[in-house]
């Protein structure tokens, strides 16, 4: 299979605090790696594509600065939501593909972040 | 960029019937057509795929459909089971893009 792994599953947070997501592939090396995120009863809005040791692309309206992204092996991407507000209370989800264009992606679980 | 539309947004079938989504897409150049299965504050799954040089692909109780020339697929569940509602999503990668484009989603509730 291709499973893949996310932590922590939730997390609370004060406002003003930084938060750092994982996401790993376990049984593959993923070229590259996606951070969504989704509100209740909403579809998946992608806010970034991670290629192993080069910068994320980041979807426009995204703020950079703010959504850290590091993909520093072919197994592990972290994202590091920056100084959080109750406005990015959302659920992230990453995704990881084998390959390029066209690949299949496999999700992870999804972490629930709520920033009071 | 790619656009997607997905219907019907949500849909209710008596267990035992049959459920069609469909999805149309904007750029022509797409070649690869996924369709993801969540449940309620679980992680999307992948159910079934196409890629644009076939036409139909079956996988028991589900099917997806490709008409590249009207630029839309549609997923088919076919026997409907109480564990078949959930949201389903239908995804397109802009011609070139490794990234996703995924449609707006379907509620799927089976009756019993």
């Known amino acids: 299979g291709a499973v893949v792994s996310q932590h922590p599953s939730w997390v609370i947070c004060k406002s003003g605090t930084s938060v750092k997501i994982e996401c790993r592939s376990l049984?593959?090396?993923?070229?590259?790696m996606f951070w969504y995120r989704q509100f209740p009863k909403q579809s998946l809005m992608l806010m970034a594509t991670?290629?192993?040791?080069?910068?994320?692309?980041?979807e426009q309206g995204v703020e950079k600065d703010k959504f850290l992204i590091n993909h520093a092996s072919l197994t592990l991407s972290t994202l590091t939501v920056t100084s959080a507000h109750p406005e990015d209370s959302s659920f992230y989800i990453c995704?990881?593909?084998?390959?390029?264009?066209?690949?299949?992606?496999?999700f992870g679980p999804g972490t629930r972040l709520l920033v009071l | 960029g790619e656009n997607v539309e997905q219907h019907p947004s949500t849909l209710s079938v008596q267990e035992g019937d049959s459920a069609v989504i469909k999805c149309t897409y904007s750029?022509?150049?797409?070649?690869?057509f996924p369709w993801y299965k969540q449940e309620l504050g679980k992680r999307p799954q992948l159910i079934i795929d196409?890629?644009?040089?076939?036409g139909e692909k079956k996988d028991q109780r589900i099917a997806v459909t490709l008409n590249k020339t009207a630029k839309h697929f549609s997923l088919h569940i076919t026997e409907t089971q109480p564990e078949d509602s959930a949201v389903y999503f239908c995804?397109?990668?802009?011609?070139?893009?490794?990234?996703?484009?995924f449609g707006q989603g379907t509620r799927l509730t089976i009756n019993p």
């Open positions: 196409i890629r644009s040089n076939v």
């Open positions: 995804a397109v990668p802009p011609q070139g893009a490794q990234k996703l484009v």
């Open positions: 750029d022509s150049a797409s070649n690869y």
């Open positions: 049984d593959f090396q993923a070229t590259t």
């Open positions: 995704s990881a593909a084998k390959g390029g264009f066209g690949e299949t992606q496999y």
């Open positions: 991670s290629n192993e040791g080069s910068k994320a692309t980041y």
